[in-house]
């Protein structure tokens, strides 16, 4: 150690040392006593000797007061304006490659006060030359301080002598190469910092109640503080505090004791929060210079229609997002800007919604009402006129007694939960374009006569989920039937007593319902007495909910008819989400080569012996005796024809007219000729897995009005069959030869819900445009083909997609934007290097992401505002970094699901560098994988 408190040469070659501390006077220094082999040993002592010894001012040593700081280093600097700095950049530049080693140790540093490592107490004397560091918890580096330049005509803050001893972080803080996080440790006030590699600062949950000017003139680098949860007032900020920080986009002011809006804040700021504070008032002037802001959160203040200027947010020229819940507003605030596309007004004093308030807001997409005290008849019949854009409407937690008429004509999702409504009037929906997907009515005043014939006019086509639950509904309302999309329907906590014929199921036609849940629990429905026949269109024995109700004993039997049973036999459930073990790549719904048809039967024939799903007098055809004509060496039984494994050329001519299952698999056919299927009008599902047919003739499905699925994966296809059933629900088509899919391929088949056409030769070329036109899928897998991107012009409405394997090389920023609704994606197993921030913004519900096997360099942006995302495979990549806010939001509450399964392994991460409060938002340790497993 040198005579100033400096490091020793043997230090700064990169000898690792062990802490002591120097007696000074008249201060206390920390020092850095080295390790040294044990062939240098005695030449140390000398050493050690010698520094001892009071050196005198002119000794050569004094010379070299400080090493040079490196981007791991975050220090406070008491300086003395004396120094001469330029000796200080000539003596550090000597030091650089000896302390490039300090680099090394890692760039995650966790200050505490009870440090294993005790320092050793050794006693020097040696002059005072400057102010220095007191070091009580980690060992700090201390530097002159260099000027900030200024730009010309801007004042210059001055920063005082300082000729106190300063004090270090906190216990508890977390630092790393970019981050500084002192949440919850005490701070009273912000120590003085100089860094330029930080970018974020994490100061939340402190008792800071006042900022010197010059406390963040250290940091020009600076692009995220967090100041939330303090003591600041008025005063606390000066207008000089962020005189230097340019490259600030986002800072939060929750939670403080702020009266108005801080004075020149950053021009370069994106967001800014300063929610829960008690801001008086909003001026022209609040926002001057912010022209830049897309996001303004004053949730939880004292803001109303008399203190907030109409022209107040004139300067915020491209804010797409607003959130002004918690207020005292009467009415929505004037001045909008026209980007605006999210307004939050929640839990106001709301009443009326005037006429022109919302002309100029025209690119609005999502307006929250909710928790106010609005009736329809306060509401401007052109409230919403020019709101074309506008896909999402709160209404609930007000007064409303009827569904609001001139509703905006764009609009998908309406929530109108927890009002007193009592009528939804006819044709109150009619105007729409393209009609509502998602309508929330539960906990109102609806009885039977509330709710027309028409009452559904408009989203008949378009309406997928419809919420009744928890009103006062006697029976399942009229219009139910026609709403041909709905796959969600609740009416639990209602007092239905029956579920007539023609309510939920059209017995006039024999295609399934695409609803695939519907509530009744919680009513007073007697399950014996549903006829067998009102529910025959639901797909799945679990689509319907029907235990416990109000006045029937737990064990009563639900009934199902035959065509429910035979549909859940051939159905094959998606996986649920599982907690992230090394991932091995199985195929979605694929029965492979073989389906064990013959399992299907058992099931079938165990319920059918069990009884407990059918009325006493209801005896269903199938009990009557079987058919004398049966196909050569085929078995028949139950109306389920087994024609496997035979050596077959052609299909059978004499397979029986009621036939509900045929299973050719795996035989040698080669074609399908025109008659093969003549006379088999029941037939609804037909195998044809693992032959070597070439061809189908363009007429040979047609007699198959009533099939929903056809298996005819591994044979040796080129093009995609002709004429397909429009029943058809599912298709499996994989491995085959198929090089393309033309345009109209699936035309007419509006039940289509699943598609599987993977390990096909297809390139994006081989896709059409216009391939898919028509087709309302849940489910498309287009795997190990030979696609370099994501194909464009898919059905909008998937929830699951699939391109596995394939040679796509990036996601592209508008690859994905149509698919809003999409649950689960793959893309594992290609070539992908890039995945364009914000390439996911659209898929805003997706629950799980596969891209594992891919050539990607760093964890793709945009994860940690995905609110319902679950499970993120990205193992087997080139990660070699991972940032504390890639998988987890910065604030509490914005994601609604904790992970369940995150997969880093084999990528050349130093995972002990990883910020632990990387994973916060993961539900437990078992969901993340991150070492190397292939090791």
Request: a neutral charge.
């Amino acid at each position: 150690m040198g005579p100033c408190g400096l490091l020793s040469p043997a230090l700064s070659a990169g000898v690792s040392g062990e802490l002591s501390a120097v007696t000074l006077s008249p201060v206390r220094v920390a020092v850095i006593k080295p390790k040294v082999p044990q062939k240098k040993k005695d030449v140390e002592v000398k050493k050690q000797a010698v520094k001892t010894e009071p050196k005198s001012p002119e000794d050569p040593m004094s010379k070299k007061r400080d090493t040079q700081i490196t981007k791991h280093s975050f220090v406070y600097h008491p300086y003395d304006e004396e120094d001469n700095y330029n000796d200080h950049e000539n003596d550090s530049r000597e030091n650089d490659d000896d302390d490039d080693d300090d680099d090394n140790d890692g760039y995650i540093v966790r200050a505490t006060r009870n440090s294993q490592t005790r320092a050793t107490v050794r006693t020097a004397t040696v002059p005072i030359v400057r102010p220095v560091t007191v070091v009580s918890d980690r060992m700090n580096k201390t530097i002159p301080k260099r000027p900030v330049v200024r730009a010309p005509g801007r004042p210059v803050v001055t920063i005082p002598r300082r000729e106190s001893i300063m004090e270090s972080l906190p216990a508890g803080c977390l630092l790393s190469e970019s981050l500084i996080a002192c949440g919850s440790t005490g701070l009273a006030h912000i120590p003085l910092l100089s860094d330029q590699g930080v970018k974020n600062l994490y100061l939340a949950d402190n008792k800071i109640s006042k900022i010197p000017p010059w406390a963040l003139a250290g940091l020009p680098n600076l692009e995220w503080l967090d100041l939330s949860k303090n003591k600041l007032e008025d005063s606390s900020i000066s207008a000089d505090l962020f005189q230097n920080l340019t490259k600030l986009r986002r800072l939060n002011l929750d939670g403080n004791n702020l009266t108005k809006v801080p004075l020149f804040l950053p021009p370069s700021l994106e967001e800014l929060k300063m929610n829960d504070n008690k801001i008086l008032s909003l001026t022209p002037s609040s926002f001057k210079g912010l022209s830049k802001l897309l996001t303004l959160e004053l949730e939880d203040n004292h803001l109303h229609d008399g203190n907030v200027s109409p022209l107040t947010f004139r300067p915020l020229k491209k804010l797409i997002y607003l959130r002004l819940e918690d207020n005292k507003f009467r009415a929505i605030p004037s001045g909008l800007p026209v980007t605006l596309q999210t307004l939050h007004l929640s839990d106001n004093r709301i009443e009326v919604v005037h006429e022109r308030v919302l002309n100029k807001t025209i690119n609005l997409r999502l307006l929250d009402l909710s928790h106010n005290r609005i009736r329809e008849d306060r509401i401007s019949p052109k409230a919403w006129i020019h709101l074309l854009q506008l896909e999402s409407l709160d209404l609930s937690y007000n007064k409303l007694v009827h569904v609001p008429s001139f509703l905006p004509v764009g609009l998908l999702r309406l929530h109108l939960y927890h009002n007193q409504i009592e009528r939804i009037p006819g044709y109150v929906f009619g105007h729409m374009t393209p009609g509502l997907d998602l309508l929330h009515l539960s906990h109102n005043r609806l009885a039977n006569d509330g709710i027309d014939d028409v009452s559904f006019v408009g989203m008949h086509n378009s309406l997928s989920e419809l919420l009744l639950d928890h009103n006062l509904l006697g029976s399942i309302p009229r219009g139910v039937l026609k709403l041909k999309s709905l796959q969600l329907l609740r009416l639990n906590h209602n007092v239905i007593r029956h579920v007539p014929l023609n309510s939920l199921c059209d017995t006039r036609l024999s295609s399934d319902s695409p609803l695939v849940s519907v509530h009744l629990e919680y009513n007073l429905i007697d399950r014996r007495l549903i006829p067998p026949s009102a529910l025959s269109c639901i797909q799945s024995y679990h689509s319907i909910i029907l235990r416990p109700q109000t006045n029937l004993n737990s064990n009563g039997q639900t009934m199902f008819p035959f065509s429910v049973v035979l549909l859940l036999l051939c159905a094959t459930p998606l996986p649920t989400f599982a907690v992230a073990l090394p991932f091995e790549h199985k195929g979605i719904m694929d029965f492979g080569k073989r389906i064990n048809v013959k399992g299907l039967m058992k099931m079938m024939l165990n319920d059918v012996e069990e009884g407990s799903t059918f009325e006493e007098d209801y005896k269903p055809d199938y009990f009557k005796p079987e058919q004398p004509t049966c196909p050569f060496g085929c078995q028949c039984n139950h109306k389920v024809v087994q024609c496997s494994d035979l050596g077959l050329y052609y299909v059978p001519y004499d397979i029986p007219a009621d036939t509900r299952l045929l299973d050719l698999q795996s035989n040698q056919i080669t074609e399908i000729r025109e008659n093969d299927f003549k006379g088999l009008s029941n037939l609804y599902t037909l195998v044809l897995v693992n032959n070597k047919i070439t061809r189908v003739h363009p007429r040979a499905l047609m007699p198959l009005r009533v099939m929903h699925k056809l298996y005819i994966s591994h044979n040796l296809l080129t093009a995609m069959p002709k004429n397909l059933p429009a029943s058809l629900v599912e298709l499996r088509i994989h491995d085959n030869h198929i090089r393309k899919v033309a345009a109209g391929s699936f035309s007419g088949l509006r039940s289509m819900n699943c598609i599987e056409m993977g390990r096909n030769p297809i390139r994006n070329s081989g896709l059409e445009p216009g391939a898919f036109d028509g087709l309302k899928l849940s489910f498309l897998r287009i795997s190990e083909a030979k696609l370099t991107g994501i194909p464009k012009d898919l059905p909008e409405g998937l929830h699951e997609l699939h391109l596995d394997g394939n040679q796509i090389q990036a996601v592209e920023h508008g690859d994905l934007f149509q698919y809003e609704d999409l649950q689960r994606l793959g893309l594992g197993y290609n070539q992908i290097r890039h995945v364009e921030h914000g390439s996911l913004y659209y898929s805003h519900n997706l629950r799980e992401l596969h891209l594992e096997n891919n050539r990607i360099s760093k964890v793709p942006g945009g994860l940690a505002g995905m609110k319902y995302l679950q499970v993120v495979y990205l193992h087997s990549n080139n990660i070699s970094q991972v940032d504390v806010n890639d998988f987890c939001p910065e604030g509490f509450g914005v994601k609604k699901t904790y992970y369940h399964g995150i997969s880093l392994y084999d990528n050349p991460i130093n995972y002990w560098e990883v910020e632990p409060a990387t994973f916060r938002c993961v539900s437990n340790g078992m969901a993340l994988q991150f070492g190397n497993h292939k090791k």
